[in-house]
């Protein structure tokens, strides 16, 4: 018996194509916890700081002659530069894309420099002079945060503010499962490993606030390098905020879309900021 299928119509329909899908991305989030700086033009920014000044006693007649010389050195030196990205779409993509092309390549231009700047920034923190992580293929531990924590408070980090940490999400799901495990000595811990295990997140934990970002990088062998610190560690130079310039290119019936930034970034203050470096092995 002959049947009539769907099949026998395909040919005199179109094809149903869903809305395109844009390639996830992490928000940027570093640039709201660094400091944030900008000028015109592409010298380098030279960051300086004065020396710090230690009292001491004198005798009830003593003359003292030994002033302090209260100048200037260079602390950390920031360097400029541009990144850019580009979409070349023709007259007869923009013409027939039912999805407007180019408005969606230039939303995922725009997206594509946040990333870049936030990446650079996250990946300052393997260059800190102190690490306390448990090291390459360790797993993160609440000890060992917990020593990061101390190192801050002791070059007296905390009156620049409440110290951010910036974690890999594996560093973070290590945190969490280790905050999940009873033991008598974490008695301590309370409502926030309460809520931690709620909502896999805590706001305040240490007096520090906490973060998760896919912006950190993985190496080869399967290591990240989070971060703690507080604003002044770290520093954004912006020189030219993110701009989008479209360029006709007649002879090939075309149009060139162009997003470009200048910014330049670093640690300017080491002794602000701790890395913590431990395994990054996606959990079973």
């Not at 062998?221 to 971060?227: C, I, Y």
Request: glycine share 8%; hydrophobic share 40%; proline share 4%.
């Amino acid at each position: 018996m002959a049947v009539t299928q769907l099949s026998s119509l395909n040919s005199l329909f179109n094809t149903i194509y869903d809305r395109a899908l844009f390639v996830a991305r992490e928000m940027n989030l570093m640039v709201g916890l660094v400091d944030n700086r900008s000028a015109t033009g592409w010298m380098n920014r030279n960051v300086s700081i004065r020396p710090q000044i230690t009292a001491v006693t004198v005798a009830e007649t003593q003359d003292f002659a030994a002033p302090t010389t209260f100048g200037k050195t260079t602390q950390a030196t920031i360097t400029p530069g541009e990144v850019m990205a580009q979409v070349v779409l023709t007259d007869r993509d923009r013409e027939t894309d039912p999805d407007g092309a180019q408005r969606d390549a230039e939303l995922e231009l725009g997206a594509s420099v946040a990333t870049k700047i936030d990446v650079d920034l996250a990946s300052v923190f393997g260059s800190f002079g102190t690490d306390k992580g448990d090291g390459a293929g360790n797993a993160a531990t609440i000890s060992n945060f917990a020593a990061a924590v101390a190192v801050l408070r002791f070059n007296q980090a905390l009156q620049y503010g409440v110290p951010s940490a910036v974690w890999h999400p594996y560093h973070w799901h290590d945190l969490w499962v280790e905050l999940g495990q009873p033991a008598a000595t974490y008695d301590f811990l309370d409502d926030m490993a309460n809520e931690a295990m709620r909502n896999y997140y805590v706001s305040d934990w240490l007096k520090c606030r906490h973060f998760t970002s896919s912006n950190i990088a993985i190496d080869g062998s399967d290591d990240a390098v989070s971060g703690l610190f507080v604003r002044p560690a770290i520093m954004l130079d912006t020189r030219r905020p993110i701009r989008m310039e479209p360029e006709r290119d007649a002879s090939a019936r075309a149009w060139e879309l162009n997003v470009n930034a200048g910014y330049g970034y670093g640690i300017t203050r080491d002794t602000l900021g701790v890395g913590f470096t431990a395994d990054a092995t996606e959990p079973a």
